[in-house]
């Protein structure tokens, strides 16, 4: 399976439930948001994200690295130092996760990008998450791709 498969058939879970979720949880994450304000949003992820990573072991996947002292873990997999969050108003902000995924031999097959976009004013997600994929696995080169991804979505206007 390539990053790409891993990453459509990602996109095909999250469609299915995320709006689901975000409504059952509603409640509950809008009143969290009023104590906790962003890590509201790690709530949901942590209840999105977990059967992706769990279905990506099954298959024989690892999507985490290994975690370090103060790491700060949600939806199982997503580590809040690999992340960026430079992108829309604070009504529609966009954080990017990545994850390098590899075999579980440890050969990297890709990057798999977890967007979430989410206001800084209440709870709200205005969208649906999206997965984004890359081939790079290098730090540097997995930032510079996020930005080219959010640069094209900019001038288009569409996700890409």
Known sequence: ??????????NRYIDSIWHSLYESMYEELTNAFREIEDAAYG????RLMPPLFERLKEVGFVAMEPVEENDFIIGQCLLFRNSLEKWGSETNRSRIFWNVVRRTDGHMVGNLLTEIPHSHLKFDIPSAPVLYTLRECDRGQIMQGIRQIKEIENATGEDV
Do not use: C, Q, R, V
Request: aromatic share 8%; hydrophobic share 35%; no cysteine.
């Open 1 to 10: 399976m390539s990053i790409e498969e891993i990453g459509n058939e990602g």
């Open 43 to 46: 709530m949901y992820l942590d």
